[in-house]
């Protein structure tokens, strides 16, 4: 898609807004957040667009992310896996991201908005979500990181 239609494919589209839907939150039994001041351990995060439903004047993009800290001696297989019993810290959210439009749009521009847009509008609030999370938790920040350009979708370069 070039940059011209897809700056025709943003002004179809008006943000509705972006609404936590689930949040699940856990930390181990024995770990005992004030006497730290980082969590030690390995950090993994995942991200990414769940799901689509589509009406006729909304479209609602179903946003889930996650981070959590391993323990440092966590052996490959639970990195890979659920973890359990080196899982420090978990954090997960869905978060639906809504959409009003005009006009007819095509599965590719649905798909494509998926890919290079739809995630630029929730990151900050999946970004500040985890911080107060920590926080309320009386543990220390995770560093979520920025959204850069090209973080994002596969075998194509986003609009620039």
Not at 105 to 127: C, G, I
Request: charge should be negative; charged fraction near 25%; proline fraction near 4%.
């Amino acid at each position: 898609m070039t940059p011209e239609k897809f700056t025709q494919l943003t002004k179809k589209l008006d943000i509705h807004g972006i609404n936590l839907m689930s949040h699940e939150v856990n930390i181990r039994d024995d770990y005992v957040p004030s006497n730290v001041n980082k969590i030690e351990g390995i950090q993994q995060s995942f991200s990414g667009i769940a799901g689509v439903s589509k009406g006729e004047n909304e479209i609602i993009y179903r946003f889930k992310a996650g981070v959590r800290v391993m323990s440092s001696d966590a052996p490959e297989e639970a990195l890979k896996g659920a973890g359990e019993g080196y899982r420090i810290l978990e954090i997960k959210a869905d978060f639906n991201a809504v959409y009003g439009f005009s006009g007819e749009l095509t599965e590719d521009e649905v798909q494509y908005f998926s890919k290079y847009n739809v995630m630029y509008n929730v990151w900050p609030y999946w970004r500040e979500f985890v911080q107060n999370t920590c926080y309320r938790m009386n543990v220390p920040a995770l560093k979520i990181p920025f959204l850069c350009r090209g973080t994002q979708g596969e075998g194509e370069k986003s609009p620039e």
